[in-house]
Nanobody, 124 residues
Framework: QVQLVESGGGLVQAGGSLRLSCAAS????????MSWFRQAPGKEREFVAA????????DYADSVKGRFTISRDNAKNTAYLQMNSLKPEDTAVYYC?????????????????WGQGTQVTVSS
């Protein structure tokens, strides 16, 4: 089992920045690819970004490329999502998730472990 706890959400003005953290406990964190998804009110949960177990590979949704950066520190069992140039349409609950394989990383059904989510609200 892996337990995931997100933090760092909050209210920010458009153009601002936030850094989300996802702290993992339980099974070896370095065995898992880590991702961030988000869910806005009335919408389905969508893929945001993913990072491989080593940190050597990353992937982003087109909507966040160039603005968001995913990273991880395996020594601290923590993954991060640095969000810059935030827009009102980035408002959502952000979830971190873990899976054992790098493939199909944008498909939420592939993930074995999920955090409880953290709210990000971007005001215009």
């Amino acid at each position: 089992q892996v337990q995931l706890v997100e933090s760092g959400g909050g209210l920010v003005q458009a153009g601002g920045s936030l850094r989300l953290s996802c702290a993992a406990s339980g099974r070896a964190f370095y065995n898992f690819a880590m991702s961030w998804f988000r869910q806005a009110p009335g919408k389905e949960r969508e893929f945001v970004a993913a990072i491989s177990w080593s940190g050597g590979a990353t992937d982003y949704a087109d909507s966040v490329k160039g603005r968001f950066t995913i990273s991880r520190d395996n020594a601290k069992n923590t993954a991060y999502l640095q969000m810059n140039s935030l827009k009102p349409e980035d408002t959502a609950v952000y979830y971190c998730a873990a899976k054992s394989a790098w493939s199909r990383r944008d498909y939420m059904g592939e993930y074995q472990y999920w955090g409880q989510g953290t709210q990000v609200t971007v005001s215009s």
